[in-house]
Nanobody, 116 residues
Framework: QVLLVESGGGLVQAGGSLRLSCAAS????????MDWYRQDPGKQREWVARITSAGTTGYVDSVKGRFAISRDNAKNTVYLEMNSLKAEDTAVYYC??????????WGQGTQVTVSS
């Protein structure tokens, strides 16, 4: 099993920045990719960013150039640096872990609210 705990959300003005953290515990050696998703109430969950165990990153087009995903293996933590935030970035942000030979594990989410 993999346990994921997100933190770092909050209220920020448009144009500002936040850094989200996702701390992983449990069978962390089985994780081959970490993802960030976001979801507003009543909307479908949207994939935002991914980092693989090899360090490869990818982003949804709407956040390219503004968000950066990274990891600190010593802390078993994945980060999402969010810059130039827009009102449309407002959502609950979730991290997810893809474990080798298993399904996907989800964190509890952290709220990000961007005010205009």
């Amino acid at each position: 099993q993999v346990l994921l705990v997100e933190s770092g959300g909050g209220l920020v003005q448009a144009g500002g920045s936040l850094r989200l953290s996702c701390a992983a515990s449990g069978s962390i050696v089985s994780i081959n990719a970490m993802d960030w998703y976001r979801q507003d109430p009543g909307k479908q969950r949207e994939w935002v960013a991914r980092i693989t165990s090899a360090g490869t990153t990818g982003y949804v087009d709407s956040v390219k150039g503004r968000f950066a995903i990274s990891r600190d293996n010593a802390k078993n933590t994945v980060y999402l640096e969010m810059n130039s935030l827009k009102a449309e970035d407002t959502a609950v942000y979730y991290c997810a872990a893809k474990a080798a030979g298993r399904g996907q594990y989800w964190g509890q989410g952290t709220q990000v609210t961007v005010s205009s």
